[in-house]
């Protein structure tokens, strides 16, 4: 992190114990907005209330505007619909706007509550707790399915409900394959690949960039877990004033190239 406003957080995933932190209390009580971070989680609400499946496609639109924020994709310009794994690893926003209307406020709401969101997590002493607040319009709901509004979460939360996603995934829970493939291939391909590591280690997650209530910049996220098949640990990293996604993958690439060469080393002994 070298010196950098924000925090790290390391757990493992089979006992829920904390390996590692930078800025522990930055990570318990920093409330903010989550950005694409979430974007799985939406995935998760839409694939469990039935209201998309694998193959479920739409074009990127560009240029895509919600309310007053301009919302348009950054990732490459393909020229063919865009499926829920390639929504994830590229972070579309017109994917995740379009099909988050399917939901009620409600549905995403509790769906968000379900996952951990909005309350604390127990890791850590005198925790700050998150919120996600009930969508009162459909451009509201479009915002709030893609972290830019309506649901401020802590690090831990995040860490947390992702540290769930891990076990789904070592449990080999099929219903989420989607979820699980679309976050192995953001790191693959996508706007996570800075997260990955020079090593044999494979590495799922997301990346995220949210707007700062406070001012003009935005904070990066990237959230994940590795080893892909069968995650060990997982990982948030949190960046105040971040300069994109990448930065935030490139410190998490450290952290899981670091963990790589542990493991090389309890197996060599």
């Not at 989550?34 to 694939?47: C, D, E, Y």
């Not at 910049?217 to 996604?245: C, K, M, N, Q, S």
């Amino acid at each position: 992190m070298k010196g950098r406003a924000g925090s790290a957080v390391v757990l493992d995933v089979p006992t829920g114990k904390l390996l590692a932190a930078y800025h522990p209390d930055v990570a318990a009580k920093r409330l903010a907005l989550p950005g694409s971070s979430i974007k799985p989680f939406t995935l998760v609400a839409l694939l469990e209330a039935g209201k998309v499946n694998s193959e479920a496609s739409v074009m990127c639109k560009r240029p895509l505007i919600v309310g007053s924020h301009q919302l348009t994709c950054s990732h490459p310009d393909v020229k063919q619909p865009i499926d829920p794994v390639t929504a994830i690893a590229y972070s579309c926003n017109t994917w995740f706007t379009t099909m988050a209307t399917r939901l009620t406020p409600n549905e995403l709401r509790n769906s968000f509550l379900h996952d951990g969101f909005g309350s604390p997590t127990g890791l850590l002493a005198d925790e700050a707790s998150g919120s996600v607040l009930l969508a009162a319009s459909s451009e509201e709901l479009q915002l709030q399915a893609i972290g830019e509004s309506g649901v401020h979460i802590t690090p831990l939360e995040l860490l947390l409900a992702y540290q769930k996603l891990a076990q789904m995934q070592s449990a080999h829970d099929s219903k989420l394959d989607t979820v699980f493939n679309g976050l192995e291939a953001s790191v693959s391909y996508g706007m996570g690949h800075q997260a990955q590591p020079g090593s044999k280690l494979k590495v799922a997650g997301k990346t995220g960039t949210a707007r700062a209530e406070e001012g003009t910049w935005r904070h990066a996220w990237f959230a994940g877990y590795a080893p892909a098949d069968h995650p060990e640990i997982v990982l948030v990293v949190f960046l105040e004033r971040g300069t994109g996604p990448v930065d935030a993958a490139g410190v998490a690439r450290q952290i899981f190239g670091a963990y790589s060469a542990l493991r090389k080393q309890r197996t060599a002994d």
